[in-house]
C-alpha cells in the first residue's frame, strides 16, 4: 500500500524558513516523479514544486519559484520541500503527491496525482 | 499559466439524480505527445484529494463507475451518473500539459 507522510510544518515568522519533508513507502520511489502542491485555509488547490523519479528535473509554480526548492534522497524514500523567505501567503496546509505513471528514466511527469499525504500545515506570522 | 475554469461553482444535487461539471481552459491542453494531460479530483471534507480521472476520460482505480469524463481540447465535463450521500465534496480540474500546473476553482456538490 503506497503511504505518503509530511512533516515539517510549523508556526514561523515572515522571512523565516522551513524545510518540509514526505516520508514514502509502498512502492519504488525513483521511478516516480513527486510534487508538492498546497492549500490555502478555505481555499482551492495550488501545485507549488514538481521534481522527476531522478530528481534531475525540478519545475515551480511562479509564487514561489526562486524562494523554495525541492528536492528528493532517493536512498531514504523522501522528498523535501526547502522553503526560505516565507510570506503570510503561503500559510497552507502542503500535500506531497505521487505521480500515476511510473518513468524508466530521465524527466517525466504526468501530473495525475494517485496518491496523496495527509498533508502539514505551515503558518506564517508574527 | 493556463487558466482553468469550472462551472457551476456550486451544485445542489438531489440524491440519485445525475450531476455534470464543466472545465473550461484558457489554451489547448492536448500536449506535444498527443497526450492530454486533464484530470478530475475530489476533495471530501477534511480529507485529501483523491484521484477520479485521468486524461480526460480513464476513471482511476477503485473510482465508481458512476463517475465519468470527457472532452478535448479546452472544454471537459465530468458526470455523476446518479449521485450518492458519498460524493458530497469539492471537485477540482486540474491540467499538466504546461508546467505552471493549474486547477480549476472547484465545484462544491451538496445534497439538496
Known amino acids: 500500500e503506497v503511504q505518503l507522510v509530511e512533516s515539517g510544518g510549523d508556526l514561523v515568522q515572515p522571512g523565516g524558513s522551513l524545510r518540509l519533508s514526505c516520508a514514502a513507502s509502498?512502492?519504488?520511489?525513483?521511478?516516480?516523479?513527486m510534487s508538492w502542491v498546497r492549500q490555502a485555509p478555505g481555499k482551492g488547490l495550488e501545485w507549488v514544486s514538481a521534481?522527476?523519479?531522478?530528481?534531475?528535473?525540478?519545475y515551480y509554480a511562479d509564487s514561489v519559484r526562486g524562494r523554495f526548492t525541492i528536492s528528493r534522497d532517493n536512498s531514504k524514500n523522501t522528498l523535501y520541500l526547502q522553503m526560505n523567505s516565507l510570506r503570510a501567503e503561503d500559510t497552507a496546509v502542503y500535500y506531497c503527491?505521487?505521480?500515476?505513471?511510473?518513468?524508466?528514466?530521465?524527466?517525466?511527469?504526468?501530473?495525475?496525482?494517485?496518491?496523496w499525504g495527509q498533508g502539514t500545515l505551515v503558518t506564517v506570522s508574527s | 499559466d493556463i487558466v482553468m475554469t469550472q462551472t457551476p461553482l456550486s451544485s445542489p444535487v438531489t440524491l440519485g439524480q445525475p450531476a455534470s461539471i464543466s472545465c473550461r481552459s484558457s489554451?489547448?491542453?492536448?500536449?506535444?505527445?498527443?497526450?492530454?494531460?486533464l484530470s478530475w479530483l475530489q476533495q471530501r471534507p477534511g480529507q485529501p484529494p483523491r484521484l477520479l480521472i485521468y486524461?480526460?476520460?480513464n476513471r482511476f482505480s477503485g473510482v465508481p463507475d458512476r463517475f465519468s469524463g470527457s472532452g478535448a481540447g479546452t472544454d471537459f465535463t465530468l458526470k455523476i451518473s446518479r449521485v450518492e450521500a458519498e460524493d458530497v465534496g469539492v471537485y477540482y480540474c486540474?491540467?499538466?500539459?504546461?508546467?505552471?500546473?493549474?486547477f480549476g476553482q472547484g465545484t462544491k456538490v451538496e445534497i439538496k
Open positions: 503527491a505521487k505521480d500515476l505513471d511510473v518513468c524508466g528514466g530521465g524527466s517525466c511527469f504526468s501530473g495525475d496525482f494517485d496518491s
Open positions: 509502498g512502492f519504488t520511489f525513483t521511478y516516480y516523479a
Open positions: 521534481i522527476s523519479g531522478g530528481g534531475g528535473s525540478t
Open positions: 489554451q489547448s491542453l492536448v500536449h506535444s505527445d498527443g497526450n492530454t494531460y
Open positions: 486524461k480526460i476520460s
Open positions: 486540474m491540467q499538466a500539459t504546461l508546467f505552471g500546473w493549474t
